[in-house]
């Protein structure tokens, strides 16, 4: 009998508990136990964060929202911040301790979901000697070696309906709506939303945007007789003169990149050059919450139960990923080389074009970047 632990880290993204919900039903067909650890790795420093996943513990949740073990971004073990008996702050190195504990406490396998930080993490125990099996979860899609990670589809889809709802809303006032999606890097969630829900101008990190494009095409807009224009701009997207719109904050003394504020800036450069009324909007953590999509659901139960056959057949080291529809094992740390970004030659990238979206710069200029 096996003996596994799951834990869930970093942002989190529908389809979460559908994993959890595949991997338990999978080990118990098995007859295999299953734990998990709350709020990614506490459980392996504090016992009471560590909880049996029963049949029972599991039922239904595959169509909820969020995770049943709690996730974080800033839990870390490698560096991770204790208050030490003085009352300061130290970063310290857990790992040891982590799979110490690991061991003591009898687990075969280790199935980590999570992003790129998540997975960096989980490739650097591999490395140490825990057995690891990766899954891959990000509402951004930017993890190499897989085709698509699961929320993606469903934050594409809060996306996309948030835009079909400001459409009327912009046209009874000829307005121009600005809105901001997350994405970090990568224009997945901008392009696919922005091209699904009718936009006239996307913005997307891969492109460095020019402002007169922009512009000039809400000024033919207008020209045609269309009064209102629907702006996605990506978090991460950038200026043609390389800026990079960081809301900050700051951890430890050190810098932290937190992306944000480009939407406004892009509203408020359209305000003053076409003194056209212009609003903006973040949508936010509404692209991470609610039930996954179908697509969603079903693709991360199908990686549950693909970690699960990886687990009896002793490979470790790896992450599951969807490549030309099917499950395959591919190297963890493979998967977290680089971020996945959009292939400008891409059919959605010549779509946009061909169906008249601005993508920030003249038609074909990008490609000099």
Known sequence: MKKIVISTGGGDAPGLNAVIYAVVHSCYKRGWEV?????GYG????IDDMKRLT????????SMGGTILGSTNKGNPFSKPVENLAGEIQVVDMSDRILSNFNRMGFDCHIAIGGDGSLEIANRFAEKGMPVIGVPKTIDNDLQETDRTFGF??????????????????????????????????????????ISGGADVILIPEIPFDMEEVCEKIADNDLHGKQYSIVVVAEGAVTKDGQIFNKGGGELGREEVVLGGVGEYVA???????????????????QRGGSPTTFDRLLALRFGAAAVRLVQENIFGQMVALANSKMVAVPLADA????????????????AQDIGICLGDSEGKWREF
């Open 268 to 286: 408020s450069e359209i305000r003053k050059r076409t003194e056209k009324d212009t609003r903006s909007l973040v949508l936010g953590h509404l």
């Open 336 to 351: 977290i080389k680089a971020r996945k970004k959009v292939n400008l030659d891409s059919d959605k990238v010549l779509t």
């Open 43 to 46: 459980g392996f420093l504090d």
């Open 153 to 194: 589809d469903t934050a594409v889809s809060t996306a996309t309906e948030a835009l079909d709802k400001l459409h009327s809303t912009a046209k009874s006032h000829d307005r121009v709506m600005v809105v901001e999606v997350m994405g970090r890097d990568s224009g997945w969630i901008a392009l696919y939303s922005g």
């Open 55 to 62: 049949l029972k513990e599991v039922a239904g949740i595959y």
């Open 35 to 39: 734990y998990g650890s709350r709020s």
